[in-house]
């Protein structure tokens, strides 16, 4: 079964920048599409940005033009740039994996104003 593992959230002010990865346990290109979501307090868990194996990308509404998903499929790593950052970003954002369903932990991102 697959794992993964989000690092990089952390505390930023408006206006800057973040980079989180997701690691997965086995072979990256073989597990299909790959993407983040996020969940701030009181709200349903969203689509942030999905990426397949092939490179075609998927952006929520809210982030389109900020946020850059990115997967380096020999490291068996997705990644997503964050830029331009919002307080309304601040949530934890999660890893996931569709073709299993698989989330990973979790990743605070805080951005202050």
């Known amino acids: 079964q697959v794992q993964l593992v989000e690092s990089g959230g952390g505390l930023v002010q408006a206006g800057g920048s973040l980079r989180l990865s997701c690691a997965a346990s086995r072979n990256l290109f073989s597990n299909g599409a790959m993407g983040w979501y996020r969940q701030a307090p009181g709200k349903q868990r969203e689509l942030v940005a999905m990426?397949?194996?092939?490179?075609?990308?998927n952006y929520g509404d809210s982030v389109k033009g900020r946020f850059t998903i990115s997967r380096d499929n020999a490291k068996n790593t997705v990644y997503l740039q964050m830029n331009s950052l919002t307080p309304e970003d601040t949530a934890v954002y999660y890893c996931?994996?569709?073709?299993?369903?698989?989330w990973g932990q979790g990743t605070q991102v805080t951005v202050s104003s």
């Open positions: 996931y994996l569709a073709s299993t369903g698989t």
């Open positions: 990426v397949t194996r092939y490179g075609t990308t």
